[in-house]
Each structure stands twice: as C-alpha cells, then as structure tokens.
C-alpha cells in the first residue's frame, strides 16, 4: 500500500496542505483517532503514545516492512528501523536512532519495538539467536532495576541508556555496548506522592518464595519498609511477581550465575533494610549532640547480610573521621547527619549496584576489538520533566534534552539549510529556534550553571545552595533565557510564582523551574569515608567490589569529580558518538496526562510539535531535498546503471552523474546539482534509482557468480588433474618399487640357493652323506684298476688275434671296446711303424685290392694272403722280353700271362702282357713281338666279372689308337694284383681314380660292332682256373666259368 493509498490524513506531513500549526495538529489528532499513531516528516517518525496495545507489530508486520522501501507502506517505526538496518547493512554507515520525548511518551516502547525488529529480520543461527537474546533479555533487567512508576509513566526509565549494537559485515549482530547515564538514584529513599521506588524491590517482595524472603531476612510485606510507599505499591496491569520471574530468568540467559543473582538480591535487601535503620538523638558527655541506632534488630540482620561486625556498622553511619594530612579527627553526627549518611548509604549502594549490572552484562554482550563491526546505536533517555518541584535531577535531565535537541537542530534543520547554501542551491531560508545559546547557559566551561556549580562545591568558606543561586543571579542578570526572583525584581516584574530559592530557564520545551535546595549535595554526591571503608571491609564480594576506593591503600584526598562534571562530559562523548553516525529520528509525544487511550490533548500536543520543531522540520523537509550525495559516491553506488559510466568512467564524478541521470531520463525537477553533491527531491525517484539498482545488481552478480563458478569448477578440474596425475605418478613408482623388491628378494632368494647348492656340493665331500658317493667314486676306481690291470695281462699279442678278454662289469662293456680298438690301431701303428718301405709298398698294394674287391669279387679272400709277386714271366732272366718293356715308360710294375678272348671264336690265345707306370704292353706268349701298346690315359673303365674267375675288359677309349681297334676281353689267374696296379698306375699318372666294374654283364666294343659278354658260373672247370666261352649270335658270347 502506497503512503497516499487508503491513507487516512496526511502520511508524510512534507504533503501537508495548508501547512500550518493548526493543520499539522488536527492530522495529528485524526491519525491518532484512527489508531494511526505514525506519521512522517520526510524520514522523521513521529509517534503518538496510543496507551493501547494495537494490532501492527506482528511478525507479518515486520515481514512486510522488511521487504518494502520506506515510503512504500503506511508510516511505521518499521519503516525506519528497516531503512537503518538496510542502509548499515548496504551503504556500512554506522546508524543512530534517536528517540526524543517527554516521559511517558513512548520512547523505551520504541527502543524496544526498533531492537525487536531488528532482531527479528537479521540473520538467524544459533550463535546469533543467543546474541539477539542476550541484547533483547536486557531490557528487562535495566527496567527492573532502572525503572519507575511516577506520575507521569508508570513504567518511566529513570536512568538514560544508549545501546551500541554491533553487527558483522552480514548484518547479524555480535553484541554491544551498553552506556548508562545519571540513574535517579534520590529515588531510593524519596519520591513523591503517588510514585513509586524503583520496581525490582516491589519484584522482590511479592516474586520470592518464602525460603528466599527468609535467606534475605525480608517481610513480604510492603508497608514494613519505610524507603517503599505503601500506597502507590501496586501499578495496574503491572505484575511484579511475574516480572520478577522474568527479570530471574533475563539475568540467566543474560549470563548471570545465579550466585550473582542471589548476591545481587542481597544488596537489595540492603538497601531496603537500610531505610528501616531508626537513628535516635543521644548526647555525649561533651553535651554534643550525637546519634545512635534504635533499632538493634535490623542493624544486625544489616550487618549479617553484609559480612560486617555491628559494631563497625553503627559507628559508620553515626561518626565521621575527618582525615587531615597531620591527624585524623572522629566526630560523632548528630541524628540528621546520620539519618543523610544512611540514605546516602543506600542511594550510592543502589545507584552503584546499578553501574555494576550494566557492566556485567556488557562484559557478556560485548564484542572482542579486532573484529571489524557496524554499530547501530540506539538512544533511549529519559524525557523532558517538568514536575512541580524541580531539583538537580530535573536539571541535568533537561540539559541532555537540550543537548539532543540540538543533535536534531544540528543535523536536519541547520545544517541542511547551511548545505543548500554551501552547494549553491537556491534556498529561501526557513527560521528555527536554534537552543545552542540555552546549552551555552548550562554547560559553558566557565560561564555556564554546571561550571558555577562547580566552582561553588570546591570553594572554600561559607558555601551553600542559596551562595550558589546568588551567584547565578549576578553572572545572568541579563541572560535572556535565565531568571529568578532577583533578575525579576530588576526588571520589575513581578511573579508570584518563583520561588526565593528558584530558578528558572526558558528550556526549548518550556520554562522549567528549579529549586537550589540539594544541588551542592547532590553535585557533590559524597558518601564519607566512614561508610566506603566500612563497606569495602564488608565480607559481602560484592558489595565490596562496590566501594573501590574503601580500599585504605588506594585512598586519595583527592576530590572524585562532581555529578554535573561527569554527567556533561559523558553527555559531551555522548553527542560526539551521534555526531559520527547516521541520524535516524523518532519524536515521541504524549497525547494526554492521564496515559489514557484516545484522549487527544490539542494543548498538550501543540505544545510538543512546538519544542520539538515539528513544523519547522516539515518546512525545510518540504523545501528541500530528500536526498543528497557526494557525486563520486552517488556515482559509484549507481554508476552500474548508465551506459556510459558502466564499468568505468573517467571523468571528472559530477559530469559523470549528469551522464548518467540524462541516460535515466529523470525530470529536471526532481535534481539539483549542487557544487559538490547531487539532491534527489522525492524519495520516490530515489527508490526509483534503487529498485533499479538492486535489479541490475541481480544481473551483475549473476555475471560474476558465472565467471566464479566457471573458475573455480577450471581450478578445482586442473587441481584434480594434478592430484591424478601426482596420486598415479606415486601409484605406478610404488607399484615399480614393489616389482622391484619382489625381483630382487626373488633374486636374492636364487642366488641364496645357488650358492647354497654349490657351497652344499663343494663341501658335500665332508658330509658324511657325502662318503657314500666318495667311497663308491673309490671302489669304482679300483674296479677299473682292476679291470686295466687284469686286461694287462690278457692282450692279444698278435695283431690278427681277434680275441678280447670280456668286461668283468657290464658297465665297463663300452670302455672295454674302446680299449679294444685303441689297442689294436696302437698294435697296427706298432706293426705298420717296423714295416720296410717294400713291404709297406706291397701292403699298400694289397689295400688298394682290398678296397676295391673287398666284398665284390669272389677270387679276393684267397688273394689276400698271397704276397704280390709282379713278375710272374721271370722277367729278370729273359732278355727278351725285357726289350718288351721299352715300348712302354720307366719300369715294369707287373708281367703276367694273360689270355685274350677273341672276339670272333670265343678262342683264347695266350699273350704277355707288361704292365709300367704309363703302358698296358701285350705281347705274343713268346714275347717275341709286341701286339699291342696301350696308354694308360685310353683305359677309360674297367669291367671284371665278380666270380672266381680272372676275366676282365679293358674299355678303351675310342679316340685312342689303339682304341680304335676295339676293347681287350682278358683273363689273367692274377686279376686281383693286375687290376690293382693298373688302377695304381693310372691314379699316379692321369691323377685319377680308374672306374672298375665289378659285374657279370658288360659290352666290350670292337671294331666289327659291340659284344655283350655274359658270364654264367658253371661247375664244369670246377677247381681250375679255366673258363669257356661261347659265342652265341653275333653279338653275344657266354662265358663259363668258376
Ligand atoms: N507503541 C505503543 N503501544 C502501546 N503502548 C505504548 C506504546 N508506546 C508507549 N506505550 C505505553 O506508554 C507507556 C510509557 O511509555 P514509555 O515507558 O516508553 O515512555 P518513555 O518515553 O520511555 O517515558 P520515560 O521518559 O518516563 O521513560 C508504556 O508503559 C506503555 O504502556
Ligand atoms: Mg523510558
């Protein structure tokens, strides 16, 4: 829903028409009839008390307001703690919410309702959810302790607080930092009529059961304690057991052990006990007055609960040491004196039990220093008061009201009127009331009222409140926002009202009036020694821990700074903590005096809209600009937006902005371009710029989403890659390492049992497993000792002895052989080494015809026994036939007479035939004429028949002459020796081996044509050498023979 949409009156008062004091209440008053109770003046939240419980904080409101822009639904406190959260969370700007207005008007309900919201849209988890716990369970606990009913509030804080709350980078919070400022501690021991003390004694007293009432020696009862009003001890639609229960149960989650917690409610009950304390008059011997404690009881259960002898108790409240550098001097006080030490007791006890649990719990919720935070600070002080007596209190409380009224004059109203003038915006100027001159007149270092005030506590001499107001009247006589009776006389005026021991200052919000009476007391907030020493000796830890400066060894004469000085400086580092953060306001106002629902005070509101410059605010709202920004910011932050200045721009930033805003194509009247900075008029072109903005951020993100994802999937891929190739590298190594080691256990396990086997075999000789081989190796060698020996003795002597004496071992068969055949080659050797050269030539002779006859011819066995003769014709004694052998070369090798067949008949005549180293000579038997002279080289082959017989043909070569006359057919009775010899000879002089044919057919040629001689063993010539033969054909001739 649009702020315009369904809205009732005006939403954003900026659209207010008439403007004016009475338009802008009567918006107020029908809003607030309709339960709409806010309303803005630009980002101002303005909230009316409605003092009713109303149906817009639900958990749908907050998801609503979460995903909405500020103008975008109904005015809110919502809305504006969503834009603080967002623009921390966004823009990292530290955040402020200031929550201003009278008591009672709602500014802790709105603290609360800003720290709900926030911790209900930031980031849940289970360390969040604790810290978001801790921080919201706080309020409980600083109410219970720091809250009040009066009559303005029945719930009014009467401490101020502001709570740092730190966020990480998310935006999910980590903790904080509480400051607690001036709690109004007078309470403790006086309040008025109708108000109440501070409520966690009324807690205690109805919330404990009766075994914790009994452990702090309390009554039940409100009306026994005199620092409690009996009358006003209930607060309607307030629970006080239950809120004790839940104020228990806050400082447990908190963090507090409940040994703390029980400790803590012992300080309570001592302070309630205190005000029972009776002090009675009683004089000394002196006839001084002095004092003395009536009621034994009490001091006692007092004295018990803090650790302390009564004794030491009773002379703390009733005397006083004063402490010189000399000497120590003790005077008794009388009984007003101990009655002021007492509630001074109890007032410092409670006021710095309150500063202690503030300090616990910030020691729980705080947040380590190194860690990088947003803050988001929240302020939450008490109101403007104007009560019918105004004390100390009332003035230091209006001072910081002062103070933070200027914080808003300062940052909305000043200085953005002085920015469109420094921007060079053209700007009509819209009067204020600037209150810097009221804050002058109190905290001025010198002139001011706190610095007199000062000065007046330390002054020595008489010095007294009405001194103090004196003084005030000389220094302000003139002042215009001072007064009192004596500048009134001055100027002749005349007014009933002042009181003589008043002043008055013209506040912002009003004339307050206020009394001197207490102020130097209570500026010099003095507890005597007596009772800080009395108590830091307590045996209570923490009370003790309390009163530091009881401690005798860190006493100091020096003065501890007054209240005024440490309330201004800790508001002066208040300011400047706003100062360095983002603004954000909720003006709260009260619509009634009666905190009663529906009841629209015009009078009561006016007056709050006025102080609180309300209309002067929507004036320069209106004026003015909703936004403005640096241009180099405002660039950056929506440079993405613009072609030209997306991704960069290097131009100067504000030509840059005007680029971009041209590209936009927003209305001229919606910008100006100040000097430095950019001002956006309607927040709607704002929200324009920032919807876009988040749409093209989704587009971007995604960009980069893209490109991480991309680069990251690239780097974990080669990461992968690498690991692969690393964890296979060391795979396969360790794999070849393993190969490795088992082939060389394996090599060594071979190498192991070969030199085992061989070193076994090498010494198997001295095992006695051994022995068996060594003696069977020694019996075998003496068997074939034996056996050589016997064989000795046994050898053939002659050479054609073919005995052998057989092995005496089967196993020596084959040596025995071989020994054989060695011995009768080394026999032959021996036999053929004492030969003559004769007869070696005549046993060459005979292997020559064993060689070629062995097994072929029959007539061989008998031949070889018979020495070759040769000369067979008596060839020495026959000259003539010696004359024979001249036909032929060199000597006769054999003579013998042979038969020739003829090859007509069959007949054989006899013929001589000589045979010498190069001639086959045949001659007639008388040898008286040569027939024939045949050259070795015509003999081509040999043929002779394998029988007894002698008969054999010499083949001739036909190219030869003599050969040309036909083949020889003879028969020698020494064919064996002839046949020999002519193929000795032949082999000596033609150097090659003579072809004889061992058969019983061969062809002989003749010059009349071949003959075909068949030779057929036949009985006939049985015992002779004779053979005949027939002829049978022409061609054919038998012959018979043996
Ligand atoms: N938004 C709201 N809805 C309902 N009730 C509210 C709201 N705001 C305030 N109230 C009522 O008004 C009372 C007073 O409000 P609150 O205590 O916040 O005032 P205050 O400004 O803190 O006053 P003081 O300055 O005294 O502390 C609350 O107790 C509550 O009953
Ligand atoms: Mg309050």
Redesign the pocket.
């Known amino acids: 829903m649009s702020l315009l949409e369904g809205s009732v009156g005006v939403g954003d008062m900026v659209l207010l028409e008439p403007l004016n004091e009475e338009s802008l209440l009567k918006n107020l008053d029908k809003r607030f009839q309709h339960k709409e109770?806010y309303t803005y003046i630009g980002n101002v939240v303005v909230?009316v008390?409605?003092?009713?419980?109303?149906p817009i904080?639900g958990p749908e409101f907050i998801d609503k307001y979460k995903e909405y822009n500020f103008y975008e639904l109904k005015p809110h406190?919502y809305a504006l703690a969503n834009e603080a959260y967002q623009s921390l969370k966004d823009h990292d700007r530290d955040q402020c919410i200031l929550?201003t207005?009278?008591?009672?008007?709602?500014?802790?309900?709105?603290?609360?309702?800003v720290m709900s919201y926030v911790a209900a849209v930031c980031e849940k988890g289970e360390q969040v959810n604790s810290v978001k716990e801790q921080l919201l369970q706080s309020n409980p606990v600083l109410e219970a302790f720091g809250?009040a009913k009066?009559i303005?509030?029945?719930?009014?804080?009467?401490f101020g607080k502001y709570m740092d709350i730190e966020f990480d980078f998310k935006g999910s919070p980590l903790g904080g930092v509480i400051t607690n400022y001036l709690l109004e501690k007078s309470r403790v021991v006086k309040h008025v009529k109708g108000e109440r003390n501070f409520h966690i004694f009324y807690q205690l007293l109805e919330g404990a059961d009766a075994q914790l009432l009994k452990a702090l020696k309390l009554e039940k009862n409100v009306s026994c304690y005199s620092y409690l009003n009996f009358e006003a001890s209930r607060v309607d639609?307030m629970d006080d057991a239950a809120n004790f229960r839940a104020v228990q149960n806050a400082m447990n989650i908190i963090g507090f052990s409940s040994e703390e917690i029980q400790k803590i409610l012992e300080v309570i009950a001592i302070v309630l006990k205190l005000g029972n304390v009776e002090v009675g008059d009683e004089f000394q011997a002196n006839g001084v007055p002095g004092s003395s404690i009536q009621n034994e009881k009490v001091l006692k259960e007092i004295s018990d609960l803090m650790g302390l002898q009564v004794e030491g108790l009773e002379r703390a409240l009733c005397s006083r040491t004063m402490e010189t550098k000399q000497e120590k001097v003790v005077t008794t006080l009388n009984k007003i004196q101990a009655c002021y030490a007492r509630d001074a007791l109890a007032k410092n006890i409670y006021s710095r039990l309150f500063s202690w649990i503030v300090n616990r719990i910030n020691e729980n919720i705080k947040v380590s220093d190194s860690t990088k935070k947003k803050v988001m600070g929240v302020l939450?002080?008490?109101?403007f008061?104007i009560l019918e007596n105004n004390s100390f209190e009332q003035f230091v409380i209006n001072y910081c009201n002062e103070k933070l009224q200027q914080v808003f004059i300062e940052m909305t109203l000043k200085e953005e009127q002085e920015e469109y003038l420094k921007e060079g915006i053209p700007w009509v100027k819209i009067d204020y009331f600037d209150n810097g001159i009221i804050c002058n007149l109190i905290e001025h270092h010198q002139q001011g009222i706190l610095a007199m005030l000062d000065e007046e506590c330390l002054r020595p001499g008489v010095v007294s409140d009405s001194t103090f107001l004196a003084k005030l009247n000389q220094v302000f006589c003139k002042h215009n926002y001072y007064e009192s009776r004596v500048t009134q006389n001055a100027q002749r005026q005349h007014d009933p009202s002042m009181g003589l021991s008043c002043f008055r200052i013209r506040h912002y919000a009003g004339k307050v009036m206020y009394n001197v009476d207490g102020f130097l007391d209570k500026n010099n907030d003095l507890l005597f020694r007596d009772l800080s020493q009395a108590l830091w000796a307590s045996k209570h830890s923490l009370l003790r821990s309390l009163f530091p400066e009881g401690d005798p060894k860190q006493a100091s004469l020096k003065r501890p700074p007054t209240a005024g000085t440490q309330f201004k400086n800790s508001i002066a580092t208040l300011m400047k903590n706003l100062y360095s953060k983002n603004p954000n306001y909720i003006r709260?106002i009260?619509p009634n005096e009666h905190?009663q629902r529906g009841l629209f005070s015009s009078e009561l509101v006016n007056t709050q809209a006025r102080y609180l410059g309300l209309l002067e605010n929507v004036r320069v709202r209106r004026a003015g600009y909703a936004y403005r920004q640096v241009y180099g910011v405002f660039l950056e932050r929506y440079r993405m937006l613009g072609q030209s200045t997306w991704p960069h721009w290097r131009g100067p930033a504000r030509e840059g902005v005007e680029k971009l805003l041209g590209e936009l194509s927003l209305s001229s009247e919606e910008l100006a371009f100040g000097r430095t900075k950019i001002f956006i008029r309607s927040p709607k072109t704002l929200f324009y710029l920032e919807e876009k903005r988040r749409i093209r951020i989704h587009q971007l993100v995604t960009l980069v989403q893209k490109m991480y994802r991309g680069w990251r999937c690239r780097t974990n891929y080669q990461l992968m890659r690498k690991s692969q190739i690393l964890i296979s590298s060391w795979f396969r190594g360790n794999m070849q390492k393993k190969r490795y080691g088992k082939i060389k256990a394996s090599t060594l396990l071979i190498q192991a049992f070969v030199r085992g086997w061989k070193t076994r075999k090498e010494y198997r000789k001295y095992f006695r497993s051994g022995a068996a081989l060594h003696l069977s190796n020694f019996i075998y060698r003496r068997m074939a000792q034996r056996f050589l020996l016997g064989l000795k003795d046994n050898l053939p002597t002659k050479i054609t002895d073919n005995r052998w004496p057989p092995p005496p071992y089967k196993s020596f068969t084959l040596a025995n052989q071989e020994l054989k055949i060695i011995y009768h080659q080394w026999k032959c050797k021996k036999y053929r080494d004492q030969l003559s050269p004769q007869k070696r030539e005549v046993l060459k002779d005979k292997l020559c015809a064993s060689e070629l006859f062995k097994g072929k011819k029959a007539s061989y066995p008998e031949s070889v026994p018979v020495p070759f003769r040769g000369d067979y014709v008596m060839l020495h004694g026959k000259p003539k036939l010696q004359q024979l052998q001249k036909a032929g070369d060199g000597p006769v090798l054999m003579a013998d007479t042979v038969n020739k067949i003829n090859r007509a008949d069959g007949k054989m005549v006899p013929r001589i035939l000589l045979l010498t180293k190069s001639h086959v000579i045949l001659a007639d038997a008388k040898g008286s004429k040569v027939k024939s002279v045949i050259g070795l080289e015509s003999v081509d082959e040999v043929s002779v028949s394998s029988l007894q017989n002698g008969l054999f043909g010499l083949h001739l070569s036909e190219i030869s002459s003599v050969g040309s006359k036909g083949d020889f057919l003879l028969v020698s009775e020494h064919a064996i020796e002839l046949l020999t010899k002519l193929y000795q000879a032949t082999l000596d002089k033609m150097k090659r081996p003579l072809p004889i044919t061992v058969t019983e057919e061969f062809t002989v040629k003749f010059k009349e044509g071949d003959l075909t001689v068949k030779v057929i063993q036949s009985q006939m010539n049985k015992g002779s050498n004779k053979l005949s033969c027939k002829k049978k054909g022409h061609n054919q001739l038998e012959v018979f023979a043996q």
């Open positions: 109770i909230s008390n409605p003092y009713q419980q109303l904080y406190i929550i207005g009278e008591s009672g008007s709602g500014k802790t309900e709105a603290s609360k309702l809250n009066t303005r509030n029945d719930n009014s804080s009467r639609g939450d002080i008490y109101g008061e709260c009260k905190q």
